[in-house]
């Protein structure tokens, strides 16, 4: 468990490290962000699936796992806000390009923009409540216009797990703005 929680930590301490070194620099400073990082269990990853694709991108062994085995799937979520002085668009280009520079993996960054329709507001509002979602329940779907469907929970024995590590980290990510 220890060393499982550490290497959680490690992973986000070193985001953190090169999230702060981009947003620092000279092209994308005065960005503002809040996020979380999440922790997500797979039984399994579908071949030829969109997990599959990513992890496999990344070097990870995608053997197939025995019963007693899961992934342990470390990422974040958040919302960015360009500042005024700043063009959005050529902001966000240049956010995705750099951003896609450093983790490289096939679908492991995604940079979009807001829907046009809800609201602002409402956009915000719904990201940062998915960010926050926090279940300990397996799923499907999610890519695309696909939605996401949960089924069982992870159980009580990987269900305390999962909540052990989250202690190991402090898992809201922000900006000092």
Known sequence: MREISDQAAEMISGFRRSWLSITRGRHLAGLLWRGVFELELKREIVPDGHHHATLASMGCDMEPLDEDERYLIVHTHFVVAFPDELDGTNCADELRRVVQGIWTGKWQTLVKGLYADPSVSENITNLYSYSYKRRLEYSTGGLGDVPVK?????????????????????????SKK
């Open 150 to 174: 949960f089924g069982e929970g992870y159980g009580w024995l990987w269900s305390k797990f999962v909540l052990k590590v989250y202690e190991g980290f402090v898992f809201e990510f922000r």
